[in-house]
């Protein structure tokens, strides 16, 4: 076999240039499927991940907000009853 075989670029493969990557694909999935469902476990946890972290830097913001909010309204609050 030679290199152009190897990448499905051979006289008879008529199928269009992505076909070679979607077998290997399909092949390495039937040989390893195993991979494809630890890859995918991956990919939505880290995706739970990163949606954790924004939220809690939206909270972390809001308590920041609020904290300076009430801060200023006690010491107007103080500042009116002296």
């Known amino acids: 076999m030679g290199p152009q075989s190897l990448l499905g ?7 269009g240039p992505g076909m070679p990557f979607i077998t290997a ?7 390893f499927p195993h991979t494809y469902i630890v890859g995918l476990l991956s990919l939505m946890l880290s995706i739970q991940l990163l949606g954790l972290g924004i939220l ?12 300076h909010l009430s801060s200023a309204i006690l010491r107007q609050g103080r500042s009116d009853k002296m």
Do not use: D, I, P
């Open 56 to 67: 809690a830097l939206q909270s972390k913001r809001y308590y920041e907000e609020m904290f």
């Open 25 to 31: 694909l399909s092949r390495a999935y039937h040989e």
């Open 9 to 15: 670029r051979s006289a008879g493969n008529t199928h």
